[in-house]
């Protein structure tokens, strides 16, 4: 799906499945100026040629906006050989990101499990089970998950 001129993309998906598909399982796209915001519940996207999910702000035209998932329950297992990851979620040019991920399993994808990252957060991969990422300042109760100088989210140990 993709939104291609100023507004904004909002949806929720549950209880679907996107698999052995030759490209991306679910693929969702929102260009120029409008929000991102997507959630999704028990869903699968396995065995794709390209990414099982994959979530961009600002894919084909920088214009800001903000790019927030909220996913639970997801399996993206042996996707690729294209693609970035079994999951992917990236937010580029001006806005924020925020991903909160539980319960996702990414096995046996040939590319990697896990793939998030934004213009000013760069490259961060969470690894599966729960995480939450932000390129907002982290609010309570948040707070205690440190971040290293690069930006990128450091487990608690």
Not at 52 to 72: K, N, P, R, V
Not at 89 to 116: K, M, P, S
Request: without cysteine; glycine residues 16%; proline residues 4%.
């Amino acid at each position: 799906m993709d939104e291609s001129d100023e507004g904004g993309l909002y949806g929720t998906l549950f209880l679907s499945t996107a698999n052995d598909n030759y490209e991306e399982g679910f693929d969702f796209n929102e260009n120029r100026a409008g929000d991102f915001v997507v959630k999704m519940f028990l869903v699968e996207a396995s065995r794709n040629l390209e990414e099982g999910l994959d979530f961009e702000e600002d894919d084909d035209f920088q214009g800001g906006g903000d790019l927030i998932a909220t996913l639970e329950g997801i399996t993206a297992n042996g996707n690729g050989p294209g693609g970035d990851a079994g999951l992917k979620i990236r937010e580029r040019g001006d806005g924020d990101l925020e991903a909160t991920v539980t319960g996702v399993t990414t096995t046996g994808n040939l590319t990697g499990g896990i793939n998030i990252r934004g213009t000013r957060r760069r490259r961060t991969t969470a690894a599966p089970g729960s995480a939450r990422i932000s390129s907002r300042p982290v609010p309570a109760p948040w707070a205690w998950w440190p971040q290293s100088s690069t930006g990128t989210a450091v487990a608690p140990s």
